[in-house]
């Protein structure tokens, strides 16, 4: 399903323990440019740690991931030094938005977003200012500019917290669940914007508990389950006609709740 000649992320043989618990089994996953690739799965299915270990926020046990033309295998949880080099650069291709935002509260608005760009980046101030404000505006927030993240909504820090990644100029974005910790009325203003980013063709990874938005956004759909993928097609595939028993039954759960409540 994915054009090799344009890969963007790979993923192979991935595992990872947290002591006797093997969180992730072998996982094998590629995603080429212009890819949304929605994992979807129950709690503790291993999601959240697939995503964490592309940027190597956690290491790996064993397998390889790949960013473009680098690539690292770990062993036993640990880097050599020459792959925590390689980690730095894969890092600088990926752009991450955390479930809890990791805004840095004592920077405002603005200095959160060109944050990266100048001090990691090296890029001269004036075109990260310019750049930042343009990004803010695009996710509806440059009047913040010179607020502080303790005086905006949990959508309005999400939101800077996607202007922030994008600064970056990442190949791919990675989002850990990036709507769990709001309310259910600010839960829509995120999606927009992650919408408008999936119309552009941005290559994005989103760990998601949203069936409907991953539905209807996503090119595949990824479903997860004790460590495995179980599911991985088209969303016509996996939520029209799931060959895993475990992935319908999730499904069905899931619609089943949302049309009771």
């Given at each position: ?22 969180v992730l089994r072998g996982i094998d996953l590629a995603a080429s440019d212009g890819d949304v690739i929605s994992m979807i799965g129950a709690s503790g299915s291993g999601k959240s740690t697939l995503l964490r270990c592309i940027p190597m926020l956690e ?118 669940e990036p709507t769990s910790a709001l309310d259910p009325e600010l839960v829509g203003e995120v999606l927009k914007v992650i919408r408008s980013l999936a119309e552009e063709g941005r290559t994005m990874l989103i760990v998601t508990h949203e069936m409907g ?49």
């Amino acid at each position: 399903m994915t054009d090799t000649s344009k890969t963007v992320l790979s993923i192979a043989g991935l595992r990872k323990s947290f002591g006797a618990n093997e969180v992730l089994r072998g996982i094998d996953l590629a995603a080429s440019d212009g890819d949304v690739i929605s994992m979807i799965g129950a709690s503790g299915s291993g999601k959240s740690t697939l995503l964490r270990c592309i940027p190597m926020l956690e290491i790996p046990d064993a397998g390889t991931v790949g960013v473009g033309e680098d690539r690292v295998s770990p062993r036993g949880g640990r880097l050599t030094r020459a792959e925590e080099a390689t980690v730095r650069r894969m890092r600088c291709q990926l752009g991450f938005v955390f479930q809890n935002f990791n805004l840095w509260p004592h920077r405002t608005v603005l200095e959160n977003v060109i944050e990266a760009p100048l001090f990691v980046q090296g890029r001269a101030r004036s075109e990260a200012v310019d750049e930042a404000m343009a990004l803010l505006d695009k996710v509806g927030l440059a009047a913040k500019r010179d607020a502080y993240p303790a005086h905006l909504s949990g959508g309005q820090q999400q939101r800077v917290a996607i202007a922030r990644a994008l600064a970056q100029h990442p190949r791919a974005i990675l989002f850990d669940e990036p709507t769990s910790a709001l309310d259910p009325e600010l839960v829509g203003e995120v999606l927009k914007v992650i919408r408008s980013l999936a119309e552009e063709g941005r290559t994005m990874l989103i760990v998601t508990h949203e069936m409907g938005f991953a539905r209807e956004v996503s090119s595949r759909v990824v479903f997860l389950h004790q460590g495995h993928i179980e599911e991985d097609g088209t969303p016509a595939e996996v939520f029209g006609a799931p060959k895993s028993e475990r992935a319908r039954a999730f499904l069905a759960s899931h619609f089943d709740r949302n049309r009771q409540g």
